[in-house]
């Protein structure tokens, strides 16, 4: 039973370029969740899909957009890159409706913005 | 708002000493909390959880934590550090909206074991 699973692990774009990470969530999960985790600090909740649609987005500008898939997959879409996105960012995938059940995370992509 | 609050950015301990990290919350409701760890360049493992119930929650490796309402905390606990538990602890909140969850996560402790 595959993880969650992260693609790619490592990325390295320039500034204003757009990026796309991608998600696979755990075999039975059904919701997506995205968070930043910038060097030396905790993960920031941007944004969660359910049934392909956005469910909550923390505090990020549009620039951070996301998508799901009817197989429950999703990508993060992050535009006009600055370099102060430059962080892990981590997928984590749950099932919807089971209430605060915990979250499995990937191995995260790690962004460098040049 | 709510936030978490993880006051030793670093602590160092010998192999085989007793560890204490320390975290506090603010949140309205009955928060369900969560400490995860994270090695180098890994992402989070679930450590244990605690939602309701019995204040004091045993998870995985050995550790035990302890829901103290009355002082928003949930400290976390091992009577004996191994070497392998060098990593960053995250302590998060879990916040409903509409539904749905997302965690709040503090800042994290970084934890150094000497041999």
């Known amino acids: 039973d595959a993880g969650v699973t992260q693609s790619p692990t490592h990325l390295i774009k320039t500034r204003g370029q757009q990026v796309t990470l991608r998600c696979s969530p755990k075999s039975g999960h059904d919701t997506v969740s995205w968070y930043q985790q910038a060097l030396g600090q905790g993960p920031q909740f941007i944004f969660q899909y359910y049934e392909e649609e956005e469910r909550q987005r923390g505090n990020f500008p549009d620039r951070f957009s996301g998508h799901q898939f009817p197989n429950y997959s999703s990508e993060l879409n992050v535009n006009a890159l600055l370099l102060g996105d430059s962080a892990l960012y981590l997928c984590a995938s749950s099932s919807f409706g089971r209430g605060a059940e915990k979250l499995f995370f990937g191995s995260g992509t790690q962004l460098s913005v040049l | ?115």
């Open chain 2, 1 to 115: 708002a709510q936030s978490v609050t993880q006051p030793d950015i670093h602590i160092t301990v010998s192999e085989g000493a007793s560890l204490e990290l320390r975290c506090n919350y603010s949140y309205g409701a009955t928060p369900y909390l969560f400490w995860y760890v994270q090695s180098p360049g890994q992402g989070l493992q679930l450590l244990l959880k605690y939602f309701s119930g019995d204040t004091l929650v045993q998870g995985i490796k050995g550790f035990e934590a302890e829901f103290k309402r009355s002082q928003s905390s949930f400290n976390l606990r091992k009577p004996s550090v191994h070497w392998s538990d060098a990593a960053e602890y995250f302590c998060a909140v879990g916040r409903t909206t509409s539904g749905t969850y997302k965690y709040i996560f503090g800042t994290g402790t970084r934890l150094k074991v000497l041999a």
